[in-house]
């Protein structure tokens, strides 16, 4: 369905204030930043911010909800033979060759990491992040394989995946810290995430395989 003229002013209003906080954040720190702040520099009111972002924490981690559907997306995508951890695992490698944004792999994003690093908010709203990630994925592999609430296997099967992702994220934002160039830390990556596979087990690596029908 075609985005009608309001959405799209909505959706374009919602963007240039986040992007506009986001600079702010990175600018002044976190916590130094109010709402008020962001929206005399957006030119809205302070209500108007809070109806489209209810914490501040959510217009700094304002695409949060791509990243908690990312690995469930993947999962729900993958080939015919191909199981979960490898769907997952063909991700990764797949953004990491591309070094892709989404990974980190991009200037500036030591700057990213310094805000979170020096805003308890943000570190408590990233932990909280990752347990979605972690539950959504759990969700959809219950799903996929129509495992029973007692099966304890969809849990652990979604913590070993995102032991996987968490593992990898941690490597790249500690090397783009240091002012790294995203391509060298590309190829250390795909190296790091061979490393990784040989340390799951093939009932992990097995788990959830797609039927050819």
């Known amino acids: 369905m075609a985005e009608g003229l309001r959405e799209r002013k909505k959706r374009e209003t919602r963007q240039r204030i986040s992007d506009i906080a986001t600079g702010l954040f990175l600018e002044h720190g976190f916590v130094t930043v109010t709402i008020a702040d962001v929206a005399e520099a957006a030119d809205v009111s302070v209500n108007t911010v809070y109806n489209y972002f209810p914490a501040k924490e959510d217009l700094f981690f304002d695409r949060s909800q791509g990243v908690v559907d990312r690995l469930s997306r993947w999962v729900r995508g993958r080939d015919a033979g191909e199981s979960a951890a490898g769907a997952v695992l063909r991700e990764l490698r797949a953004e990491i060759e591309a070094v ?42 219950r799903e996929e394989t129509d495992a029973g609430d007692a099966d304890p296997l969809p849990r652990l099967i979604a913590g070993q995946i995102c032991w996987v992702h968490g593992t990898v994220f941690v490597a790249i934002g500690r090397e783009m810290t240091k002012g790294r160039n995203p391509d060298e830390v590309s190829r250390e990556m795909l190296v790091l995430l061979d490393d990784i596979e040989e340390l799951l087990s093939r009932k992990v690596l097995n788990y959830a395989v797609r039927g050819a029908g």
């Open 100 to 141: 892709s944004p989404r990974m980190g792999l991009v200037e500036g994003y030591d700057r990213f990491m310094r805000c979170i690093e020096e805003a308890p908010p943000l570190r408590s709203r990233l932990w909280s992040i990752q347990q979605e990630v972690q539950d959504n994925l759990e969700a959809t592999l």
